[in-house]
């Protein structure tokens, strides 16, 4: 399934894009930028220049402390 969504990361000027220090070594990360509006940014490494996908600094907020909390440990495979 092919879901189009986001807007273009290229058309994100003047971001730095940042991985997880605990991205694997082919790359395949997801990279996150921080938004002058205090929203942030994901995309995929793989595809760098592909959708970015935005979201509010509520949103990130409510995610990062969702993930802090064990939210998602359902997905975790190590």
Not at 31 to 55: F, I, Q, T
Request: proline share 3%.
């Amino acid at each position: 399934m092919q879901i189009d969504n986001g807007v273009g990361a290229r058309s994100l000027l003047g971001v730095t894009w940042r991985k997880s220090r605990r991205s694997n070594a082919t790359g395949d990360c997801v990279e996150v930028a921080a938004l002058p509006d205090g929203g942030a940014a994901l995309r995929n490494s793989r595809d760098p220049h592909g959708a970015a996908l935005v979201y509010t600094g509520s949103e990130i907020s409510a995610f990062l402390l969702g993930v802090k909390d064990g939210d998602f440990d359902d997905l975790l495979r190590e």
